[in-house]
């Protein structure tokens, strides 16, 4: 796993109705159009403390079963870090299911709000919408 200063380290579990606890995320970016998968419920804390857990859940279709990437992009203070996995990595396959997101803000994180972003491609190429939740990184 990549060691960043506003690190992200993801375990995923494929797991089918789990439920999250936290607020519903909101839904974000275009309709991705005919192939292309799809992501919804997205479903996590509104806020955590420097090095805190966070459980992340979410939602995925994709007619053909066929989604080859995950990524994930925290950006706080305009500035942006993009992870990206693969369907392995992730435990996502099939036509659909729930996922959990293990989501972690390093001991050094900034304070204050980080927007976390999340998206999947296919192997035709073809991107999901993008779920994007406001996380508050919090003192203790």
């Known amino acids: 796993m990549k060691n960043m200063v506003y690190g992200i380290i993801v375990a995923f579990v494929l797991t089918l109705g789990l439920v999250a606890c936290g607020s519903s995320g909101s839904g974000g970016g275009d309709d991705p159009g005919p192939g292309a998968p799809s992501l919804s419920n997205l479903s996590f804390p509104s806020e955590s403390y420097r090095g805190e857990m966070v459980v992340i859940s979410f939602d995925y279709s994709d007619s053909e079963g066929d989604i ?15 992870d990206t996995f693969t369907a392995d990595e992730t435990g996502i396959s099939g036509t659909s299911g729930r996922v959990t997101v293990l989501h972690r803000t390093s001991s050094s994180a900034s304070y204050g709000t980080h927007r976390i972003e999340i998206w999947v491609e296919d192997a035709g190429h073809h991107t999901s919408n993008r779920l994007t939740h406001d996380l508050e990184v919090i003192r203790i």
């Open 68 to 82: 080859t990437m995950f990524y994930t992009m925290d950006t706080v203070g305009g500035v942006s870090f993009t």
